[in-house]
């Protein structure tokens, strides 16, 4: 069964930085994509970024590419999303989720963490 | 990038009803589209890909149809568990888009 783990809920303050994580598990972690996906209070699912851990192929969404980092550690099937500096507009529910190749380029979500919620509040 | 609307936006319904949910893209995703189910408080669950495939595990009363630009979710009789907000998103192009949601509620 595949499972993806999270990390738990963080509340920070702008300018902060924050690394949150996804913990992997029954399936090869490193042949498979996994990325995030972000829902602001309220609002519908924005893809931010994805990787490849084998080969470390990275591919982010436009509206997140420079925000964000995403990075694997293969040795422990686990995931992150970094920040070096929060804004309160970061606040939001992050989601981890295992993305599928579909189309030639596209990618949908077959299985999905149970979500950190970011707080940046002053 | 391609943009992609639901209707309706919100939708009352009663148990054992057949709904129907429309999700239109700018532009043509060919059969490149997966709809999710979210209940409150927990993560998105997929249900359909490639437009019509019904993902492991979901029960046969849901159904997808459509290409091109115009895709439908059906639920052929409502469930008390389905009571949800469901999602498109289109896997054509690099945007990779989600739709703004459709909540189904109870009437």
């Known amino acids: 069964e595949v499972q993806l783990v999270q990390s738990g809920a963080e509340v920070k303050k702008p300018g902060e930085s924050l690394r949150i994580s996804c913990k992997a598990s029954?399936?090869?972690?490193?042949?498979?994509?996994i990325g995030w996906v972000r829902q602001m209070p309220g609002k519908g699912l924005e893809w931010m970024a994805i990787?490849?851990?084998?080969?470390?192929?990275?591919r982010y969404s436009p509206s997140f590419q420079g925000q964000v980092t995403i990075s694997v550690d293969p040795s422990i099937s686990t995931a992150y999303l970094q920040w070096t500096s929060l804004k309160a507009s970061d606040t939001a529910i992050y989601y981890c989720?295992?993305?599928?190749?579909?189309?030639?380029?596209?990618?949908?979500?077959?299985?999905w963490g149970q979500g950190t919620l970011v707080t940046v509040s002053s | 990038d391609i943009q992609m609307t639901q209707s309706p936006s919100t939708l009352s319904a009663s148990v054992g009803d057949r709904v129907t949910i429309t999700c239109r893209a700018s532009?043509?995703?060919?059969?490149?589209l997966a709809w999710y189910q979210q209940k409150p408080g927990k993560a998105p669950k997929l249900l359909i890909y490639?437009?019509?495939s019904l993902e492991t595990g979901v029960p046969p009363r849901f159904s997808g149809s459509g290409s091109g630009t115009e895709f439908t979710l059906t639920v052929s009789s409502l469930q008390p568990e389905d009571f949800a907000t469901y999602y498109c998103?289109?896997?054509?192009?690099?945007?990779?888009?989600f739709g703004q949601g459709t909540k189904v509620e109870i009437k």
């Open positions: 029954g399936f090869h972690f490193a042949t498979s994509w």
């Open positions: 989720a295992r993305p599928i190749s579909g189309s030639y380029q596209g990618f949908y979500f077959d299985s």
């Open positions: 990787i490849y851990p084998r080969v470390s192929d990275v």
């Open positions: 998103q289109e896997y054509s192009s690099f945007a990779w888009t």
């Open positions: 532009q043509s995703v060919s059969s490149w």
């Open positions: 490639k437009a019509s």
